[in-house]
């Protein structure tokens, strides 16, 4: 079998990357082994602001102008919806944390980003004295669906391996990729965390973040907005809210935790008052990096062997936007910006 491209990873940034080739007409296959569960179990809100300092995410205009487009497009290739416009609403804390927003407001960067308005709280299920701030323009991927349904889309054609990458019979030579009767031009290493067992690139600084989210049933709470407090409320279905998520810098495990259940409920507790049951707990490793930016780039020994990672706590907007990114770089031979470039911590 001969392709463009081989790409180990199908999480969101293996997607991401396999879309940008199949647009611009690249042969591929994808190769993954499920051990990682960052994009499965992921929240999949996008959103632009940072909600605890009210400052713009980074590159946020410029990652949502190429995001919304790429997931609208994945709806119409799988026929499923994926995209879930959703307002976000911030709960103040107090006048102070008011004040603070509405200052936020007058930044031009964020203007398109945060409405101006007070929206009071009419819901007894919640407590919030001091109101909410609306964040505009933000949403929710479903990213459980669109791993299932991506990866059938792709065996249908017999484009994906469901096995472990093994890195002995990846061979190099005379700039020609060849791995277990695959030949290819390029390889490309979208593996989350499992990055960390991968001898080209495991000495970039690639940390991993532990992050568990609980899955509540809430019958007297209906709302139809995701509710950022001490913890994120995000509804799922009827009566079913996503909450989440930890942080943890110690266990580098998938398994979910009593500790971290405990946290969530304590916290989400804070501003529920009404009755809910926990019905659901998942776990992965968010891909993050000591200085909170991506990872892309090219070996700089095999020049066709490439890295596609450090996709953080945002991959849902993050992903299409470093993809293309490394697309260009590796065809079009444009220049990375510094900021993702492995380069970056290569001496
Ligand atoms: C609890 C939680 C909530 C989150 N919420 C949000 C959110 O609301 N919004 C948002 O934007 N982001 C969120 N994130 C972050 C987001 O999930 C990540 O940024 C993103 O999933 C990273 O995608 P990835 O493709 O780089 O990694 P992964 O999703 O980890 O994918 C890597 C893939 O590579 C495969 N793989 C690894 N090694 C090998 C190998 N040797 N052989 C074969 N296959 C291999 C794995 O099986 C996996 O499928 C959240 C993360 C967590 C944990």
């Known amino acids: 079998m001969n392709v463009d491209y081989i790409i180990v990873g199908c999480g969101l940034a293996g997607i991401?990357?396999?879309?940008?080739?199949r647009k611009a007409n690249r042969s591929f296959v994808v190769i993954d082994n499920a051990s990682q569960r960052s994009s499965l179990v992921a929240a999949g809100m996008?959103?632009?602001v940072i909600l605890k300092r009210f400052s713009e995410v980074w590159k946020a205009q410029e990652q949502l102008q190429i995001a919304l487009p790429f997931y609208k497009e994945l709806e119409v290739l799988l026929n499923k919806k994926i995209d879930y416009k959703l307002s976000v609403l911030r709960r103040f804390a107090s006048i102070e944390e008011q004040n603070m927003w509405f200052h936020a407001t007058d930044n031009?960067?964020?203007e398109p980003f945060l409405s101006d308005l007070l929206?009071?709280?009419n819901n007894l299920c919640i407590d919030a004295p001091y109101g909410f701030g609306k964040v505009l323009n933000a949403g929710r991927i479903d990213t459980d669906v669109l791993l299932k349904q991506y990866v059938d889309y792709l065996k249908k054609q017999n484009l994906f391996f469901e096995e472990t990458f093994s890195y002995a019979e990846l061979n190099s030579d005379n700039g020609i990729i060849s791995y277990k009767g695959i030949t290819a031009k390029h390889i490309v290493f979208c593996e989350g965390f499992g990055l960390k067992a991968n001898p080209y690139f495991n000495d970039l600084p690639l940390n991993g973040t532990k992050g568990e989210l609980i899955t509540i049933q809430a019958p007297d709470l209906k709302i139809d907005?995701?509710?950022?407090a001490s913890v994120f409320l995000i509804p799922e279905e009827e009566d079913i809210y996503s909450v989440g998520a930890t942080y943890n810098w110690e266990d580098k495990t998938n398994t979910p935790t009593h500790k971290a259940r405990e946290e969530l409920v304590t916290k989400v507790k804070t501003f529920l008052k009404?009755?809910?049951e926990v019905v659901g707990q998942k776990a992965g490793i968010r891909p993050t990096v000591k200085d909170r930016r991506p990872l892309v780039g090219t070996h700089k020994k095999y020049k066709n062997i490439h890295v596609l990672n450090g996709?953080?706590?945002?991959g849902v907007m993050i992903g299409p936007y470093v993809a293309k990114q490394l697309y260009n770089n590796i065809e079009e031979g444009v220049s990375l910006n510094p900021e993702i470039d492995i380069s970056r911590f290569i001496s």
Request: aromatic content about 16%; hydrophobic content about 40%; glycine content about 4%.
């Open 16 to 21: 991401s990357f396999a879309e940008t080739l």
């Open 46 to 48: 996008y959103n632009p």
């Open 108 to 110: 031009p960067v964020l």
């Open 119 to 121: 929206v009071q709280n």
């Open 225 to 228: 907005f995701s509710l950022k």
């Open 274 to 276: 009404c009755n809910f």
């Open 311 to 314: 996709l953080g706590t945002r």
